[in-house]
């Protein structure tokens, strides 16, 4: 039986990677499917910094020719703090930030438990304004730049 939708979206009738309903709330943790395969980690860890610290990365790779031959990539991105995960999520989802014509597909994931809840800083740290940011060329501009010329590199 499939679930009742919500305002992001359809709610998946697998959920093995997404929070159960009822707790959003709880988590920090973005799943993002739909990623191209021919980014590279710096440049999607890279775009989602832009949006606050990162606590984890995790980019889930084709392992098997199957995996490969569905030519789709998905990652988990878990923020320091709920709110840069909501922008993260407002701003990605149903959206082409990489401009490779893949729509991002973003919802909440489960939570992560930090490695170390001693050590409370980021393991990315959110992407600070440079005076070569000027208007119009921002931060997800320049990323979205940087990841197209990364993947002509690995074409």
């Given at each position: 039986a499939?679930?009742?939708?919500?305002?992001?979206?359809?709610?998946?009738?697998?959920?093995?990677?997404?929070?159960?309903?009822?707790?959003?709330?709880?988590?920090?943790?973005l799943?993002?499917?739909?990623?191209?395969?021919?980014?590279?980690?710096?440049?999607?860890t890279?775009?989602?910094?832009?949006?606050?610290?990162?606590?984890?990365?995790?980019?889930?790779?084709?392992?098997?020719?199957?995996?490969?031959?569905?030519?789709?990539?998905?990652?988990?991105?878990c923020?320091?703090?709920?709110?840069?995960?909501?922008?993260?999520?407002?701003?990605?989802?149903?959206?082409?930030?990489?401009?490779?014509?893949?729509?991002?597909?973003?919802?909440?994931?489960?939570?992560?438990?930090?490695?170390?809840?001693?050590?409370?800083?980021?393991?990315?740290?959110?992407?600070?304004?440079?005076?070569?940011?000027?208007?119009?060329?921002?931060?997800?501009?320049?990323?979205?730049?940087?990841?197209?010329?990364?993947?002509?590199?690995?074409?």
């Amino acid at each position: 039986a499939a679930f009742p939708s919500r305002s992001r979206g359809f709610i998946p009738e697998k959920r093995g990677s997404y929070v159960d309903p009822g707790q959003e709330h709880l988590t920090t943790n973005l799943f993002v499917g739909n990623l191209d395969p021919d980014l590279t980690e710096t440049a999607i860890t890279r775009y989602f910094s832009q949006f606050g610290d990162l606590h984890s990365v995790k980019i889930m790779w084709p392992r098997t020719a199957e995996d490969r031959s569905r030519n789709r990539v998905s990652g988990f991105f878990c923020y320091k703090f709920r709110r840069d995960a909501s922008d993260a999520m407002d701003a990605c989802s149903d959206t082409d930030p990489f401009r490779v014509g893949r729509r991002l597909k973003v919802r909440w994931g489960k939570s992560v438990l930090l490695q170390d809840p001693d050590n409370d800083d980021p393991v990315i740290s959110k992407r600070q304004r440079t005076e070569e940011d000027s208007p119009g060329r921002g931060a997800s501009n320049r990323a979205s730049e940087e990841a197209s010329q990364e993947k002509k590199h690995h074409s």
